[in-house]
């Protein structure tokens, strides 16, 4: 994390406000979150930006030199540590602060807020422009605690539309729904509350046409493809016992599923592993993609998790450092081939050259490998067994020429059609302001 000004000097360009930020523990979701800071700088010139994230951030914290601060979310989640309380709280929350906007713009009078609150609406008050940025938060889950997930990440659309600012979503995935209450919520918060949404694969395109709520949508790509290696330290010095004559083989993991399914996923990883080091097919390595430990989600628990189900543990390395987005990005391009689960290490490994494997979570997985011809390649978590992920890396081993070259001819162009992403949000932006059509 940087201490620089979030200002640009001399700038008379808008105040960009950026919401939905996760972690920055979450390289994927920092990486998303530095392009669009990036990418905002490059393309708005501002005149200054704030993020609003879900972490419990200290005053005084930023990220890329931008001011972090809790969003509405973050203080629900770190209210209380009784379930009860937070909905309670989270369902006060929404519907209080909605009032207290709908105050603000009709009658220009606020009611009272507690301080955490109160801060997160001066953001809003504050902002030209809100910017959610990319990732694949816009979704359902199969219980009914979903609902109340979901109410709280479209609350902030409906905020942001009281008051009247401008609103794009910034390379979305947007679903599944399993609960057709979640698939209303969503289609009202997108059709009254934002101007546009960048979608960043066809799936969730064809989603949001089930939904009747594709009008302000356009299809963009992941800002991912955009992120930029800072190679710290080469990851050939971080395998035990390296031996260059073998393919260096990247894994990825994540805790996502009930215990029995995932003993059963990560027995499936620990047999391709074991396969791959018994045969010397290759050297085997574990990097952690997320390590947020304040969220519970750290993926060097996962990792030492499957390492202990091989056979032949001592022959994989598990990596426990923790590295920031650039140099894992750098990683993964040290790697001859990754089986990842966290999409965005498919991402960083596809943006050099390295065939990939993926193991599908969420439908942004097979949704952007299908856009790019590679849906083949991926498997589901909830049902991937070790046979099939073997079967899937001997054909990756035989086809790993061909894959090599079909990946230098397609990410290229959609490394290029990721740029377009925040000229065509200016563009919404400088319309939405003159009045015009968009």
């Keep these: 994390m940087g201490h620089r000004l979030s200002s640009q000097p001399g700038s008379t360009g808008p105040k960009v406000l950026i919401t939905h930020a996760y972690s920055v523990e979450n390289k994927g979701d920092a990486a998303l979150l530095g392009v669009l800071v990036s990418e905002i700088r490059r393309v708005f010139d501002p005149s200054g930006i704030r993020i609003l994230t879900l972490d419990n951030v200290a005053s005084g914290t930023s990220f890329e030199g931008v001011q972090l601060e809790r969003s509405f979310m973050s203080a629900v989640r770190y209210k209380s540590d009784r379930q009860i309380v937070r909905v309670v709280y989270g ?19 606020r009611l009272p807020l507690p301080k955490d609150l109160r801060r997160c609406a001066e953001a809003y008050e504050w902002a030209d422009v809100v910017i959610p940025v990319g990732g694949g938060y816009l979704r359902g889950l199969q219980d009914v605690a979903s609902i109340f997930n979901l109410l709280l990440l479209i609350h902030p659309l409906y905020f942001g539309g009281y008051l009247g600012k401008p609103t794009i979503l910034f390379t979305q995935s947007v679903g599944p729904f399993y609960w057709e209450i979640e698939r209303r919520m969503m289609r009202s918060a997108l059709e009254k509350n934002v101007d ?37 330290v080469a990851l050939d010095s971080l395998v035990s016992g390296r031996r260059p004559e073998l393919p260096l083989v990247g894994i990825t993991v994540r805790k996502w599923l009930d215990e029995a399914g995932q003993h059963a996923y990560e027995t499936a990883v620990a047999e391709l592993a074991d396969y791959i080091v018994d045969n010397d097919l290759g050297q085997v390595v574990f990097i952690p993609q997320v390590t947020a430990q304040m969220h519970a989600d750290d993926d060097r628990v996962a990792s030492k998790s499957v390492s202990e189900l091989m056979r032949n543990k001592e022959k994989a390395t598990v990596l426990m450092d923790e590295f920031g987005y650039r140099e894992i990005r ?11 689960t966290r999409f965005h290490s498919v991402i960083f490994a596809l943006i050099s050259f390295v065939p990939c494997m993926a193991i599908e979570y969420e439908h942004k997985t097979s949704g952007i490998l299908r856009d790019l011809g590679l849906e083949e390649w991926s498997r589901p978590i909830e ?18 020429s061909s894959y090599a070259t079909l990946l230098k001819d397609s990410i290229p162009p959609y490394v290029i059609q990721a740029q377009g992403a925040i000229e065509r949000a200016k563009h919404v932006f400088d319309a939405r302001n003159l009045g015009a059509k968009v």
């Design 330 to 340: 750098a990683l993964y391009g040290d790697l001859d081939i990754l089986v990842g």
């Design 196 to 232: 546009l949404i960048l979608i960043r694969e066809e799936k969730s395109m064809e989603l949001l046409q089930t939904l009747g709520a594709d009008a302000k949508a356009e299809r963009s790509v992941d800002a991912g493809f955009l992120v930029e290696a800072k190679a710290e």
């Design 383 to 400: 049902t991937v067994t070790g046979p099939q992920l073997i079967e899937l890396f001997t054909r990756l081993l035989a086809e790993r």
């Design 91 to 109: 369902l006060w929350m929404t519907f209080y602060t909605l009032a207290w906007a709908k105050m603000l713009r009709r009658f220009g009078r």
